[in-house]
């Protein structure tokens, strides 16, 4: 799976849209790009996830560079209950075998009041 | 929210005791995990269900089991709990098993402490 990488931290106004990068210069084409998050004391939620086009749900939007290299979550409207830790996954559209879920370090998003 | 519950949530056992988790789906996927959590390690696959008693090995396998004999059921055992197997535990589900296009879903979590 390709590696990822993201800032271990960011701050974010309560209110204001969200925006977390995540670089994977390595993925290749038949790789997804997923977002999940980790809130303190709970199992990760799903966010979002896409393979080549922008993607948006009722959580957030993913928009991912023409070169797929790198991609962006958007939280459009944080809130505090937004505080978490976010991890960008890379995984190929068939893995053939087990769905193995490779969380690196994550960003941790500090929503503030 | 996917129907994914973890019993117990939090259990504080001795070593060399047995100690069963239990998650339970209502999504009827057929893939069902066992993760573990720790500090400086993430996520790490135990063990796996492809359906009902159809399992495999994860990762860091050595000293568990599980079993499947319902489609809604995985059970994760220690057979003789040790110290090293302290951590949080959780469980996800997936409807598909090599497609990208699935996400996993997680559990709650079962926080598993071994004196």
């Known amino acids: 799976d390709a590696k990822t990488t993201q800032p271990t931290s960011m701050d974010c106004a309560e209110g204001r849209a969200a925006n977390l990068p995540c670089n994977h210069s390595t993925i290749s084409g038949n790789e997804y790009v997923y977002w999940y998050r980790q809130i303190h004391s709970q199992g990760p939620q799903y966010i979002i996830h896409g393979l080549k086009n922008n993607e948006t749900n009722e959580m957030a939007s993913l928009i991912i560079t023409e070169d797929r290299k790198s991609s962006t979550l958007i939280l459009p409207h944080a809130t505090l209950r937004d505080t978490a830790v976010y991890y960008c996954i890379v995984r190929p559209l068939d893995s053939g075998g087990y769905q193995k879920v490779t969380f690196g370090t994550g960003t941790k998003l500090q929503v503030i009041p | 929210d996917?129907?994914?519950?973890?019993?117990?949530?939090?259990?504080v056992t001795e070593t060399g005791t047995p100690v069963t988790l239990r998650c339970h789906q209502t999504e009827n996927h057929r893939y069902m995990y066992?993760?573990?959590?720790?500090?400086?390690?993430?996520?790490?696959?135990?063990?796996?269900?492809?359906?009902?008693?159809?399992?495999?090995?994860?990762?860091?396998?050595?000293?568990?089991?599980?079993?499947?004999?319902?489609?809604?059921?995985?059970?994760?055992?220690l057979e003789?709990?040790?110290?090293?197997?302290?951590?949080?535990?959780?469980?996800?589900?997936?409807?598909?098993?090599?497609?990208?296009?699935?996400?996993?879903?997680?559990?709650?979590?079962?926080?598993?402490?071994?004196?």
């Open chain 2, 2 to 11: 996917a129907g994914i519950t973890q019993s117990p949530r939090h259990k």
């Open chain 2, 34 to 77: 066992w993760y573990r959590q720790d500090p400086g390690h993430g996520l790490r696959l135990i063990h796996y269900s492809y359906g009902v008693k159809d399992t495999d090995k994860g990762e860091v396998s050595d000293g568990y089991s599980v079993s499947r004999s319902k489609t809604e059921d995985f059970l994760l055992t």
């Open chain 2, 80 to 115: 003789s709990a040790t110290s090293s197997q302290t951590s949080v535990y959780f469980c996800a589900i997936s409807e598909s098993e090599g497609l990208g296009n699935q996400p996993q879903h997680f559990g709650d979590g079962t926080r598993l402490s071994i004196l």
